[in-house]
C-alpha cells in the first residue's frame, strides 16, 4: 500500500489517558484521514493508514509517509481547533508533537 521508495513512519499513541470512548476516537481519526487525504496530492493519498488495536481499543497505530506526514500534521492541527475540551486539545498537540519529532529525527522506530 504504501510507497517504498520514501520514509514510512510507525506512530503508536494509546489513548486511554484522555476518557474518551474508543468509538469517538475511531471517528475523530477517520475524519483526520478523511481531512489528510483531501489535502494531499492525488499520488500519495494513500500512503497513510490508521488502524485500531485490535486487543487495545484506545491504542492507534499510524503508518505514514514522509511525503504525507506535513498533510497529516495539518489535518491533526484542524482536528485540535475545532476540539472544546483541553483534554482533547491536547491529546491532538501531543500527536501532532510525537509525528514531528519522528520526522525531524529521520527515525522509522515505532515511539510510544
Do not use: C, W
Not at 477517520?30 to 499520488?43: F, G, T, V
Amino acid at each position: 500500500m504504501l510507497m517504498r521508495n520514501y520514509e514510512i513512519y510507525h506512530i503508536t499513541l494509546d489513548d486511554d489517558k484522555i476518557g474518551v470512548k474508543p468509538e469517538v476516537l475511531v471517528g475523530m481519526y477517520s475524519a483526520i484521514i478523511a481531512k489528510s487525504r483531501q489535502l494531499a496530492p492525488p499520488d500519495i493519498k494513500t500512503e497513510l493508514a490508521i488502524a485500531q488495536d485490535g486487543r487495545t481499543k484506545t491504542m492507534f497505530h499510524i503508518q505514514v509517509s514522509s511525503r504525507m506526514a506535513p498533510h497529516l500534521i495539518m489535518a491533526i492541527q484542524q482536528q485540535a481547533d475545532s476540539q472544546q475540551g483541553i483534554g482533547l486539545k491536547s491529546y491532538f498537540y501531543k500527536l501532532q508533537e510525537q509525528i514531528m519529532a519522528q520526522l525531524l529525527a529521520g527515525e522509522k522506530d515505532v515511539i510510544s
